[in-house]
């Protein structure tokens, strides 16, 4: 196969994940600020917590204690948001993605980010659901419980890849020098 053909295919295959990427971030932004929207109605009307955003109902914990509503969703968008988070570092690693010097400490660096955002984020799912067990136990209330081991698989992966572009950095700087 021709080396010009393999690198307009994967040109295109970036430029469609860098459009996937984006059209997913968005979506998540739109996600979090409904759900917002939506609490901040809820403040005022209990009956907009039946359906935050796409049927997600805290209605029951919204008439059992306004703090701990608040904080279950406070949490559902602290979610959303390192998810968003973690897409919009991936369109930046894909912005700067150059098919000719692809190693480059800048995307190293943001890949390392990522990895942490990610392990951040299965933080967060341990958090909530400890606090949701905890809630069932003394309300009766069920909280939405979240998978937690993708987080942590990604947040892995992602680290793994992250020393694998450093280490392509130091080669492909080797490289240089000795040309």
């Not at 359906?51 to 109902?57: C, I, K």
């Not at 703090?67 to 988070?85: F, N, P, Q, R």
């Amino acid at each position: 196969m021709n080396t010009e053909l393999k690198t307009t295919r994967t040109k295109q295959i970036l430029t469609v994940m860098h459009v996937l990427t984006w059209i997913a971030f968005i979506g998540l932004m739109i996600e979090a600020g409904a759900i917002l929207i939506s609490f901040g109605v809820s403040c005022f009307n209990s009956q907009a917590s039946k359906d935050l955003y796409q049927g997600l109902s805290m209605h029951s914990l919204r008439e059992y204690n306004f703090w701990h509503y608040t904080v279950a969703v406070s949490m559902k968008v602290a979610l959303i948001g390192m998810k968003g988070y973690v897409l919009f570092m991936v369109i930046k690693a894909l912005s700067k993605v150059k098919l000719m010097n692809p190693f480059t400490v800048e995307i190293a660096q943001i890949l390392e980010k990522m990895s942490y955002v990610l392990f951040g984020a299965w933080i967060l799912a341990l958090i909530n659901n400890g606090y949701s067990d905890w809630l069932v136990k003394r309300t009766g209330i069920l909280h939405a419980e979240w998978s937690t081991g993708e987080f942590i698989f990604m947040a892995g992966i992602v680290f793994i890849i992250a020393q694998v572009f450093k280490r392509g950095v130091e080669i492909q700087s080797e490289n240089d020098l000795t040309v």
